[in-house]
């Protein structure tokens, strides 16, 4: 009987080997070669399923938006944890602090300069900011509920705040080594949620 192949399991570790390689040596190791090496196959099997380096970096952004999403539903899924804690933790979790979200920071950043001249990547990359606005919104909603964030506090400024802050250190930081020592530091991720929470409470008060 000939082997039953899973293809749509073979694209997704192609995909996973694919960052793997953005976060051990960057967007410009991605070749089709490296990436057959990484993952173990031919080039040949390789090119059955993408046409190009694009089609692999385009592969590689959705895989780390949809692991993304997977980590979104397990820190709002810790019940042992204040809202606040898991909107903390959801911030962190689109910072480089590991392999994992250094390859979706660098890969993002990639298609974020795609998206500025090419309208098919910026729909694409809007999709997944609208739904990381929308989680981080529901979460600041769950902590007002709570009480750990001011009840008179506006939940969408805080989401524009605290995403476009967030996004900006992203980027930054796997740029410059200071701002990635900086969002690295114990406690600069809590301290830095606190802080837009903090400032928008005051100005809510004034």
């Not at 390789?46 to 949809?66: C, K, M, P, Q, T």
């Not at 998206?115 to 997944?128: D, M």
């Not at 476009?164 to 530091?185: C, Y």
């Amino acid at each position: 009987m000939p082997k039953v192949v899973d293809h749509d399991e073979r694209r997704l570790v192609l995909a996973d080997a694919v960052l793997s390689l953005i976060a051990r040596e960057g967007i410009s190791a991605v070749t089709t070669r490296a990436v057959a090496e990484e993952s173990g196959w031919s080039t040949g099997v390789l090119n059955h399923y993408f046409n190009s380096r694009h089609e692999l970096l385009l592969a590689a952004l959705r895989r780390a938006a949809d692991i993304q999403g997977d980590q979104y539903q397990v820190i709002l899924d810790q019940v042992d944890n204040s809202a606040l804690e898991k909107l903390r933790g959801i911030t962190a979790s689109v910072l480089p602090l590991d392999d994992r979200r250094l390859a979706m920071t660098r890969v993002f950043l990639f298609f974020y300069a795609e998206g500025a001249q090419e309208e098919k990547a910026r729909s694409e990359i809007a999709g997944f900011l609208a739904r990381w606005r929308r989680i981080v919104r529901e979460t600041v909603l769950e902590a007002q509920q709570e009480g750990s964030v001011p009840a008179d506090v506006d939940p969408d400024l805080v989401t524009i705040r605290l995403v476009g802050l967030t996004d900006g250190l992203a980027m930054q930081s796997i740029l410059d080594p200071f701002m990635m020592d900086a969002i690295r530091a114990p406690g600069a991720v809590a301290r830095g949620v606190d802080a837009v929470l903090q400032a928008i409470s005051a100005e809510a008060r004034t």
